[in-house]
């Protein structure tokens, strides 16, 4: 009896010096799934890429017959690009030349009022409504064709435009420089106009 008595107080001693006798606890942590990179940019969007940017997409111009003119001796042709049908420097007087531009979208590209506020916002003028543009806008015909012809400056620069629709296309004529050159080139940018026409016109 006192032997167990003492083998159960050596062992208790035992336990309590070593390990306590006491049952193992269970400790437990909560640890974040962790996401590969590519799939947490996907998840939070485009914008988890960086800045967007703009395709860089080019403008169709029209496809068909073109229409044909005769520029005046003094203006200098330019080589053509994607965009220009036609393309002109008109010389000044000791400036710059001013710039003379033929362009051809298919469908009205719009509309009159929204193209020619385009050419208003070139030149740093605010849009015109639609009962100004009625009274900007000088009319006429010719072999076959209609004109819309504007005449605008900010004092300093100055746009001559016209708009001819051919053929389910919008073609736009226009030429930008100083007001005071274009003042003297308008006769000639009008003689101009007079010589556009479809190609089987004689």
Known sequence: MRFTILLLAITAALCFNVSGCRDPEVTTYRVAKETPPAASAAAKGPAAAGPATMANTPVPTADGESLTWTAPAHWQAKPAT????????????????????????????GGEPANINRWRGQIQLSPASDADLTTAITRFEN????????????????????????????????????????????????????????????
């Open 82 to 109: 994607a965009m220009r049908k036609g393309s002109y420097a008109v010389p000044t007087d000791g400036g710059p030349p001013a710039d003379l531009s033929i362009t051809a979208f298919p469908g009205d590209v």
């Open 143 to 202: 072999s076959g064709l209609t004109f819309a012809v504007v005449d605008f400056e900010n004092g300093q620069q100055r746009v001559l435009g016209a708009i001819i629709p051919f053929r389910g296309s919008t073609w736009f004529v226009k030429l930008t420089g100083p007001a005071t050159e274009l003042t003297k080139e308008k006769p000639a940018f009008l003689t101009f106009l007079k010589t556009v026409k479809p190609p089987s016109t004689p």
